[in-house]
């Protein structure tokens, strides 16, 4: 009996992983508009994606890329949803959110001082490269 289990699990794990472990997805978010609605279904896009995701038994790896008035998502005090960021920060381990440089630099230009970003935010030199460098790396994009 325990030769066929076993020619059973050979079986299965040769014809394409069957009771192999869970996969990871990648999946890219963009947020280029200073509209709490947007953010707002971008935020629930993410929390949709993982839950579905972890309920497969799979991974999700989740990138929001804020840029141009976007940014405005991932600035303290100024956010419509800087509360809701903080908690999927915790509850979703492998969510991450990249602010655009060229826009933060601008905006802090035009500011007169150095515009802070969330503590969970990330800068990267450009958002659009950034979404390009995702795409090239496998990720899925979204643009809510």
Known sequence: MKSIATAVLIALTAAGGALAEGITHYVAIHVNENDPARMNMALNNAQNVNAYYSAQGDEVVIEMVAYGPGLNMLIPGKSPVEQRISAMSLEIPNI??????NTHRKMSEKAGKDI????EAKMVPSGVVRLIEL????FAYVRP
């Open 96 to 101: 991450s959110f990249a602010a655009c440089g």
């Open 116 to 119: 802070a970003l969330m503590e």
């Open 135 to 138: 795409q090239e790396d496998g």
